[in-house]
Structures are given as structure tokens and as C-alpha cells.
């Protein structure tokens, strides 16, 4: 299995920046496409990115497209995301999920998840 923990979530102000890391462990870390979600008070979990195995592909949310970036280091077993120009409705938790297949982290969820870290920004 994979497990997974966040760091790096606090307050920001609106137009600053965060950046989240998600480690992992799990002997077949590689394999697994990587995304991250977010879940807001009384909303339901919704994507936010996505990385595949290799690295040569991203997928990422139309609210957030343009001001945040996923990467990963399959050699430190870490995949990141960059969030600039924050806005007031980033504020979430943020989840990172690992699943084989890129499409169906997508479209139904990580089959391994972190706890969560807490985003807030507020001015």
C-alpha cells in the first residue's frame, strides 16, 4: 500500500503564494499517478491536479489553471503543488490521493489518501 502525508497548508493572504508537499511511502510509489483535492465547508471533495507516473503529463482544475503547478520526485517519493495568486475561495482542505490510473484519479478518487492540511487565506 501507499501512504501518504501532507505538509506545508496555513494562512495566506489573497495574491500570496503556499507551496503543499505530500511524502509517500510504498515500494511501487512510482507507478502510481499523484493528484490533489480540496474539500471546503459544506461542499463536496473536488479535484485540483493531477501528475501521471513519469511526470509527462498534468491535469489541473479550470479554477485553478494558470496559477498552480503540480510536480513530483519519484526519487524522494514527494509530489508538490505550487499555489499562486491565492484567492479567498482556495480556502479548503487540501488532500493528496494516489491511484494507478491518472483518468480514474481524475474522475473518481485516490485509492490511497493523505490526512489533509488546512489552506486558509483570508486578508
Known amino acids: 500500500q501507499v501512504q501518504l502525508v501532507e505538509s506545508g497548508g496555513g494562512l495566506a493572504q489573497p495574491g500570496g503564494s503556499l507551496r503543499l508537499s505530500c511524502a509517500a511511502s510504498?515500494?511501487?510509489?512510482?507507478?502510481?499517478?499523484l493528484g490533489w483535492f480540496r474539500q471546503a465547508p459544506g461542499k463536496e471533495r473536488e479535484f485540483v491536479a493531477a501528475?501521471?507516473?513519469?511526470?509527462?503529463?498534468?491535469s489541473y482544475a479550470d479554477s485553478v489553471k494558470g496559477r498552480f503547478t503540480i510536480s513530483r520526485d519519484n526519487a524522494k517519493k514527494t509530489v508538490s503543488l505550487q499555489m499562486n495568486s491565492l484567492k479567498a475561495e482556495d480556502t479548503a482542505v487540501y488532500y493528496c490521493?494516489?491511484?494507478?490510473?491518472?483518468?480514474?484519479?481524475?474522475?473518481?478518487?485516490?485509492?490511497?489518501w493523505g490526512q489533509g492540511t488546512q489552506v486558509t487565506v483570508s486578508s
Open positions: 501528475i501521471s507516473w513519469n511526470g509527462g503529463s498534468t
Open positions: 510504498g515500494r511501487a510509489f512510482s507507478s502510481y499517478a
Open positions: 490521493g494516489a491511484r494507478m490510473s491518472m483518468t480514474d484519479l481524475r474522475n473518481i478518487g485516490g485509492s490511497y
